[in-house]
């Protein structure tokens, strides 16, 4: 790895870190001298502090390896396995992103960078879903009342960051709870009962 490579690394997850914790609000200067570097760096590598914010989530999707596990749970040749482990995937990741992903879903009214990024993400979740959704329709798994694409958009929204937000921390319930409710839920209204 280059130097040029090790400082954007060290850029982007010193910004995760701060904004882990303070919020997407933090200035650029902060998170130049967590990374021991001047805020022009991180211009001159970013571009925009919107770069940077794109940059760093996508980082994390690469450290935490979402797209390789779930790649790995469509391989299931079981739909209802398939289904059920790639909501444990989602969530799973969710847990490691909450403070972030909370906090640029927050900010998506007012900043069209985080916006950006936000979007970027989940248009990408959203597409991988879609072609979930057609792998259980092929395989006569999905109710008849969904087509692919309703059935992806609600399994984006009934296992996303708000809903996981909402039961584990605004109704208190344990996350082994929320899992097992969301698996179940999500489970019963797109598949047929295969029992």
């Not at 211009?43 to 502090?49: A, I, K, Q």
């Not at 344990?174 to 797109?190: F, G, N, W």
């Amino acid at each position: 790895m280059s130097k040029i490579e090790r400082t954007r690394e060290d850029i982007l997850d010193a910004a995760w870190e701060l904004i882990s914790v303070e919020g997407a609000d933090v200035s650029l200067a902060r998170i130049a001298k967590a990374a021991g570097i001047s805020r022009q760096s991180v211009y001159d590598h970013f571009g925009t502090r919107g770069g940077m914010i794109f940059a760093m989530v996508r980082r994390v999707d690469e450290r935490l390896s979402i797209k390789e596990q779930l790649f790995a749970a469509m391989e299931n040749p079981n739909p209802r396995t398939r289904l059920t482990t790639t909501i444990d995937t989602w969530i799973d990741f969710v847990k490691e992103i909450y403070p972030v992903a909370t906090d640029l879903i927050r900010l998506r009214a007012t900043d069209r960078e985080a916006a950006n990024a936000w979007e970027d993400r989940m248009s990408e979740l959203r597409t991988w879903l879609l072609e979930l959704t057609k792998t259980l329709k092929a395989e006569g798994a999905l109710k008849k009342e969904w087509t692919t694409k309703s059935a992806s958009e609600y399994l984006w929204a009934a296992f996303s960051v708000q809903v996981w937000g909402l039961l584990t921390q605004d109704c208190a319930w344990s996350e082994s709870q929320a899992r097992k409710v969301l698996k179940r839920t999500i489970s019963e209204s797109l598949l047929f009962d295969q029992s």
